[in-house]
């Protein structure tokens, strides 16, 4: 049996009113046919069966408000083998008589478990399957690892919870996987099931429908045909069909409103999307398969879906970028006295395996500043009418790893010294790297670094990382002429710093008296031994 959990049907909806159900207790229903429909504070929506099988079960009644994230109905999967082993009871007897020791475990079949994708980070809904380590048919123990997958923050390992062998893979590799949805199936042996080869390998046999097709027949309610009822509502301005032929239609660039339906009132079937694709019944061809503009020659452009963490990256800068009014302050920082101060200490960070970076410094340097201007590690309230002020300085920095931009943070910088923020950053950066990060590394910061110049660039526009306050780019080392006192020019290492800062909470003199106070620090940082704890 599975349960079929509510998934999210719309930004901010929690709960949903229970319409109609459009079948009863013990119909059997294909997939992607509308099992119930339900209203939201936004609109009607119909949810479909994600699998073929039997309603063994109702949650609900008409009336009733269904939570998101819980179970709606219960559903017996048409590839459901737990009737074989009760089919198998009759022969039992036969089997006592010369093993009596053994009928135990011949009557004890695998059970098939499938597993739901469980909450994998604050605010997570979905993933993309990065790689799969086990193969259906495949075994595997307990707590191995049998799928990674890489959410908006971090690739993630999923264990199996029981030992067994994998019956079927709901998703393949590129595939985007939902949480609170099956993931993947897997044949469970029963205590006692392993006592002879024999019967583990009739269990086995009998729970993996991957291997062989289900030999009990579908059956369908008298006078259903997909699309053949009639919905007891209907939105105007919008096209009748389920989300599965929806999205089928999405992938292809197909308009429902360019697709003839033949389900009544209008619905759009999945046949009609496959009959569109087979006419070329459609004005939107995929830009991936033929080139745009004249034949000139030109190779063909194609269409590459971001990765979750590209996606979360661009929905976090539309946000800041139309949410925060940004201002900008830029100003150069000489770096001689802290390039000598690196390279005094270099051997001694060596010793403890840790490659020391200029990184470290600044990150202190800005804690320190974070103390004299509290306002800098700060919030401001969603309706713009309260401050929330942090004790803890969780510097963030910007980290290229290979899934994207992460932008995870040090915890607690103030009470931490330059080796244990070097420490701290080499490991972070190789989970990243690696893409190992943990949620918490990527919660909680309140102002961050963007050091651009290490691959090069003199100045930058940094946009914030919403909902701190401000952000700072570093750019590259440059040795550029620069007067001294005696007005002699001499050659100087210059950073450039670019900040930005909110204009609703910090004005440009704040901004600038900051930055000066940090600069300070980091040309002159031996004035930092003062203030450290």
């Excluded at 306002?375 to 401050?387: P, W, Y």
Aim: a negative charge; aromatic letters at 6%.
């Amino acid at each position: 049996m599975t349960d079929f959990i509510l998934p999210d049907i719309g930004e901010g909806v929690v709960e949903c009113e229970l319409l109609e159900w459009l079948v009863s207790e013990g119909d059997t229903v294909e997939e992607d046919q509308p099992v119930a429909e339900v209203m939201t504070d936004k609109a009607t929506v119909q949810i479909p069966a994600i699998h073929s099988g039997v309603i063994t079960r109702l949650y609900y009644k008409p009336g009733d408000i269904a939570k998101v994230h819980a179970p709606l109905f219960e559903l017996k999967p048409a590839n459901d083998d737990s009737g074989a082993s009760q089919q198998q009871e009759p022969d039992a007897p036969q089997a006592s008589e010369k093993q009596p020791e053994t009928a135990p475990s011949d009557t004890a079949a695998s059970a098939v478990e499938t597993f739901i994708l469980p909450d994998i980070g604050e605010g997570i809904v979905e993933c993309e399957i990065v790689k799969w380590h086990i193969d259906a048919g495949d075994f595997v123990a307990e707590d191995d690892v049998v799928v990674e997958v890489m959410t908006d923050k971090a690739v993630v390992e999923i264990p199996a919870k029981h030992a067994g062998t994998l019956v079927r893979r709901y998703h393949e590799v590129g595939q985007i996987a939902k949480v609170h949805e099956p993931l993947f199936d897997l044949s469970v042996e029963q205590e006692g099931a392993g006592v002879t080869s024999g019967a583990t390998a009739a269990s086995i046999d009998t729970a993996v429908p991957a291997s062989q097709p289900a030999q009990t027949s579908k059956t369908v309610p008298d006078g259903f045909h997909e699309g053949g009822f009639e919905p007891p509502k209907v939105i105007e301005g919008k096209v009748p069909a389920s989300p599965a032929v929806r999205r089928l239609a999405k992938e292809n660039n197909l308009a429902l409103q360019d697709i003839t339906p033949t389900g009544k009132k209008g619905r759009v079937l999945k046949q009609d999307v496959l009959n569109a694709l087979q006419q070329g019944d459609h004005s939107s061809p995929q830009p991936s398969s033929q080139t745009e503009g004249p034949a000139t020659g030109e190779q063909a452009s194609r269409t590459v879906p971001l990765t979750p963490v590209q996606k979360a990256m661009a929905k976090q800068m539309v946000r800041s970028v139309s949410t925060i009014p940004h201002f900008t302050v830029s100003d150069e920082l000489v770096m001689d006295p802290l390039i000598a101060l690196k390279a005094s200490l270099k051997a001694q960070f060596a010793e403890a395996d840790i490659k020391l970076t200029f990184m470290p410094f600044f990150i202190k340097a800005l804690s320190l500043c974070l103390t004299e201007f509290p306002q800098f590690n700060a919030r401001l309230s969603e309706d713009g009418n309260a401050m929330t002020y942090y004790d803890d300085h969780n510097i963030g920095f910007a980290v290229d790893s290979s899934a994207g931009l992460l932008v995870p943070n040090i915890k607690q910088v103030q009470n931490l010294s330059v080796l244990e923020i070097a420490e701290a950053m080499q490991r972070i950066v190789a989970d990243a790297r690696q893409g190992k990060l943990s949620s918490s590394d990527l919660k909680g910061g309140t102002i961050s670094i963007s050091n651009v110049g290490v691959l090069g660039g003199t100045t930058a526009t940094p946009i914030i990382n919403y909902p701190e306050l401000a952000i700072v780019a570093l750019g590259k080392i440059q040795q550029l002429p620069r007067f001294d006192a005696q007005q002699q020019v001499i050659s100087q290492s210059v950073m450039q710093v670019s900040w930005s800062a909110d204009h609703r909470v910090i004005d440009g003199a704040t901004m600038v008296r900051f930055n000066n106070v940090w600069l300070d620090y980091l040309s002159n940082p031996l004035k930092m031994l003062s203030k450290l704890r």
